[in-house]
């Protein structure tokens, strides 16, 4: 409200000045007016300069950062699993549409599916983030981590519906196509949506930017260092 407030009166005192002032001085006036208004947003504006850390900050930030490595680690490795687990899914479905795969073969495939991805759901359960991390880092993990489990526990339902609907015993369409189409319905009704946790490593990112600039600036230096003694 007071920027509308300031923005009627500066117009109110420019067409007083346009009346009255010499044109030529009105046009210096409104310049350096324009200059002013433009310094004054840019001081607002632009991003001050971060503080320098503190020698225990720094020592806080590459502490979290030990702990955190080793399980991202694991839990890149487990994401890359869930998808090898998901493709798997949809080959087992691609290869009943062809009408080479016989319904019992189909259905013994998402059996043993089922089981693998109860265990890497398993396997993923034990190992939450560290409790020894930070807030900074240990709350958006543990958003990842329930974003990552309800995205798990979403293709395990896929699986597990498709795995029912391919039973031989309770299936009633005979012709091969048909089956597959009622399998692949299942798979579109049920497929989870993507996992998103870009906001929460982007925040991880941040906090640890300082000390892994650093850490680039000494590992490089230290590369040519080597590379001229080499020489």
Known sequence: MLSYVLGTLVILLLV????YLPHRVFLIFVTLL???VGVIFYMQTAERAQEPLTVAERAAITHDQDIFMPWWETYQKQIAELDRTWTRYHQI???AKTGEQSLAITYARLVDLEQDMKDLRARIAQTPPPTELSNRVYDPL?????KTDEYASAEQKAITLTRAAADPQSMKEKKPAEQARLLELVMLRESPVALFVGDEIGMIRHYFAPVSAAQSHTNSAE???EKSLDK
């Open 93 to 95: 479905l691609a290869d």
């Open 142 to 146: 543990a958003v990842i981590v329930a």
């Open 223 to 225: 590369a040519r260092e």
């Open 34 to 36: 324009f200059v002013l």
């Open 16 to 19: 007083i000045l346009f009346r």
